[in-house]
T-cell receptor
């Protein structure tokens, strides 16, 4: 069966510091991968999605970037965090455009 | 993707069926109806989806009206662990079709 992992689970970072969040999927090949952000009390915002290694589509301009160095690894990064980057970051996977399955999330607090 | 309308909150007695309604009057012919739920501080959990026929799985049943403008998620025997926010989403099945979560319905299952 397929599983999706995210780490870290929680993170507290100062403004201006770098960020690296990792997502890995097991039990499937060539998945579509997604990064979402959920601000407190709000819905999900799609940040990036990837249909293959090295292929990244950005949905919202921001100071975040994503990379897919391996088939089942998706990384969300920032060179300098802003206060507004705080939120709950969710990684999801799907087979082609089918049902998306979410990971446990990373709660990021920028101080 | 089409918008959905859900009641903000509902209560249900433990052991009884929970019927969660959703209106999606602007749904287009190739859009599916998806249901997810999110327990506080966890990633959204996929429940069920359908196009036009009713669907059932081990978690729930999905009833879609013939005109596809509304649907109902049925949890046949609600338990306390079913307390969560339930999201009804309509989307196409392409890789770039994001999941747009609205406010959802906060279901409270009471003993």
């Amino acid at each position: 069966s397929q599983t999706i992992h995210q780490w870290p689970a929680t993170l507290v970072q100062p403004v201006g510091s770098p960020l690296s969040l990792e997502c890995t999927v097991e039990g499937t090949s060539n998945p579509n991968l997604y990064w979402y952000r959920q601000a407190a009390g709000r819905g999900l915002q799609l940040l990036f999605y990837s249909v293959g290694i090295g292929q990244i589509s950005s949905e919202v301009p921001q100071n975040l970037s994503a990379s897919r160095p391996q088939d089942r690894q998706f990384i969300l990064s920032s060179k300098k965090l802003l206060l507004s980057d705080s939120g709950f970051y969710l990684c999801a996977w799907s087979v082609h455009g089918d049902t998306q399955y979410f990971g446990p999330g990373t709660r990021l607090t920028v101080l | 993707d089409a918008k959905t309308t859900q009641p903000p909150s509902m209560d249900c007695a433990e052991g009884r069926a929970a019927n969660l309604p959703c209106n999606h009057s602007t749904i287009s012919g190739n859009e599916y109806v998806y249901w997810y739920r999110q327990i506080h501080s966890q990633g959204p959990q996929y429940i069920i989806h359908g196009l036009k026929n009713n669907e059932t799985n081990e978690m729930a049943s999905l009833i879609i009206t013939e005109d596809r403008k509304s649907s109902t998620l049925i949890l046949p025997h609600a338990t306390l662990r079913d307390t969560a926010v339930y999201y009804c989403i309509v989307r196409g099945n392409n890789a770039g079709n994001m999941l747009t979560f609205g406010g959802g319905t906060r279901l409270m299952v009471k003993p």
